[in-house]
């Protein structure tokens, strides 16, 4: 296996010169008709196989009829499916399956679920324990591992190993459970990927296989990743630059994993190496009144920067838990200020209070007419009722706090 190291940058260009060679001596060998895919490019996240490929078929103009993308999941889903690991079973993904089995177990051996409260453990517990478990997946732990794991980290305490193996045999019990529904957790995909690569017909009709993007993987990823690599050709592009500060969090993964491998470093027009880091610049916090004033005073720091620190606009981001309830204020203030920007975020549907209004009317008889629900409704200027029945409003408030209406 290649890996390449860089900035993404950097990543991007060695990715589209790559395949506009290996494009060029694949139709210099092949007739001129439509090629199969032979080169299979697997990034993290949809996202990002889709800049992938704008990026190789807009932005280089390359022809891409030999290329498949995939994320991580679909290639290891593509693997499972084409194979007879799930023998008739079903894969199931759904988070609350799986936290309804986690429960089920736990009523049916009171002697597993004691550790963890028993009956009068708190229902929020039960999500943090589903969690858990698919933590402990995800690392590739069974209960034998977890033994030898134990038996080696002499620091636990008893309380904390009794705690321990009573997650392991929590983790083995719902495994059997799954087994006897004929079912197969969605975190097992990788596990079942791995022991299939070898011999898989999907990997065998690809001439290579181009990972792009990965920084982490979990520990059943990982054995995955690897397996694919033993069956067929492999490149890496890794986001990675030795000794600066923005990559530290890839370290671990480079230094155990990737650096015994032929590693090419892609630098950048100005190398970072051997150039000390630069201290980061404190925080500082601005208060302000509401999201208006919020986005006023965002606004007016890019102005700051732009003017008198040279800051250009292409190089500030703005990040909010969530813009929802910022898109009109951005859109109002920000060309108000003659602030450049893009958002590629549109609003969601139920931010306008029409669509607002429609659904609530839509899902009253579902949520058993929450008390709540209906009096937004009947207050909503888009829901009309006959003019004499106005005065009421308030009064239908007033007696559904009084009299403790919730539903019906």
Known sequence: MKVFVGPFARLEEALARDIAERGG???ARRPPRFLPPRLAIVAPSRRLASRLERLLAVEKGLTLLNVEFHTFHSLALAVVEEGDALQGRRLVFDGLFHRRAVESTLERHPEIARPFGGASRPRGFLAALAA??????????????????????????????????ALARLLEAVRRRLDGAGVVAGSDLAR?????????????????????????LTGLQLDFFEAVAQ??????????????????????????????????????????????EIPRPAVSVINASGERGEVWAVAKEILRLHEEEG????????????LGPYHDEIREIFPENAVPFAMEERPALTSHPAAR???????????????????ELLSSPYFKI????????????????????HAG
Do not use: C
């Open 132 to 165: 858990s478990l698919k933590d402990l997946v995800d690392a590739g732990i069974d209960a034998d591992a977890f033994e030898e794991l134990l038996s080696e980290n002499r620091a636990a305490s008893d309380e904390e190993a009794a705690r321990l193996r």
């Open 357 to 375: 209004a429609a659904r609530t009317l839509l899902s009253l008889k579902r949520r058993d007419y929450r008390a709540d629900l209906v009096a």
């Open 25 to 27: 001596r694949l139709a």
């Open 192 to 216: 079942l990927a791995a022991s299939l690569a070898p011999e898989s017909g999907v990997l065998r009709r690809l001439d290579r296989v181009v990972y792009y993007g990965f920084y982490d």
């Open 386 to 405: 006959p003019t004499a029945m106005n005065g009421g409003r308030r009064s239908w408030r007033k007696a559904l706090r009084s009299l403790g209406v």
């Open 311 to 322: 800051v250009p606009f292409e190089a500030i981001g703005v990040v909010a838990r969530t």
């Open 231 to 276: 069956a067929r050709e492999t490149d890496l592009y890794f986001p990675y630059e030795k000794r600066h500060a923005a990559y530290r969090f890839a370290d671990a993964l480079f230094k155990e994993r990737i650096e015994r491998y032929q590693v090419e470093e892609l630098q950048g027009d100005n190398s970072r190496q051997g150039v000390p």
